[in-house]
């Protein structure tokens, strides 16, 4: 499958109500999703998980919240923004979307 045609994965920010840790984290992940977009990369809308909710979750992150998971790539205490923001080009690619390849192609040529 090409990088172009690729399906994006969700964006999961694993947290808990009242932690500011986890809407400091939030807010550098909408902000760097909105920008992917503008710049017409893949930018999946992103997911928050309560672990409160979920047994499971609060015993496997309770200590790491806030926690972004992108597919398989996992990164716990996400609380610097250019980590932040490494981990999501590296977890979703840097290739553009194929409807800004599109959108950039002169008029007249062949679109994908």
Known sequence: ???LS???FAVVLYGAPG????QAASEVVVAHLAARRSDGLEAPPLTHRDIHG???LLRAYMESIPVLEVGDARLELATSPAGIRAFLDGALGTQRTADAVA????PGS???
């Open 54 to 56: 979920d047994g499971r």
């Open 110 to 112: 062949p679109r994908g």
């Open 6 to 8: 690729r399906t994006p």
């Open 1 to 3: 499958m090409s990088e």
């Open 103 to 106: 959108a950039a192609s002169p």
């Open 19 to 22: 932690c500011h840790l986890c």
